[in-house]
């Protein structure tokens, strides 16, 4: 995972920036981080004086913990999360973005899934009264 908007509190060391980053997903999204669960945690580039804050790099050894952090990652206050993808993968994902929004134009699902697009037609059929028409009848 990729957080690039996480705020340096006058941390030193890597287990002070753990014990932020778990003190921020227990208060906003109500998930807490275990020392076990995170492989690696570290900040990228060097410190600089008045400018923005580093960005952050964690990977987990649980990828169920990760998928959860992902899915509630709106709660977050004051934090952005994405996933960490390569140059090469970004940009293909950057160059399928205007088929995408076209595909959502039209009324079809669609989604980015690692480096390639899924479209899905809308659902319009009522499956659940369907069956529920074939449990009756017997």
């Known amino acids: 995972m990729f957080l690039p908007q996480c705020k340096e509190e006058g941390e030193n060391s890597t287990a002070e920036l753990f014990k932020n980053i778990n003190e921020k997903f227990k208060r906003d999204i109500n998930i807490k981080l275990e020392k076990n669960d995170v492989n690696k945690l570290n900040r990228l580039g060097k410190p600089k004086a008045g400018t923005n804050p580093r960005p952050v790099l964690c990977s987990h050894l649980s990828e169920w913990k990760k998928k959860e952090i992902l899915k509630s990652k709106k709660n977050l206050n004051g934090i952005y999360v994405s996933e960490d993808h390569s140059k090469e993968v970004l940009g293909k994902r950057k160059a ?3 088929q995408l929004l076209e595909e959502r134009k039209k009324g079809n699902i669609a989604y980015l ?5 899924i479209i899905k037609e809308p659902n319009t059929n009522n499956d659940k009264s369907k069956r529920i028409g074939q449990l009756i009848k017997r």
């Open 96 to 98: 399928l973005q205007p």
């Open 113 to 117: 899934k690692y480096d390639k697009i």
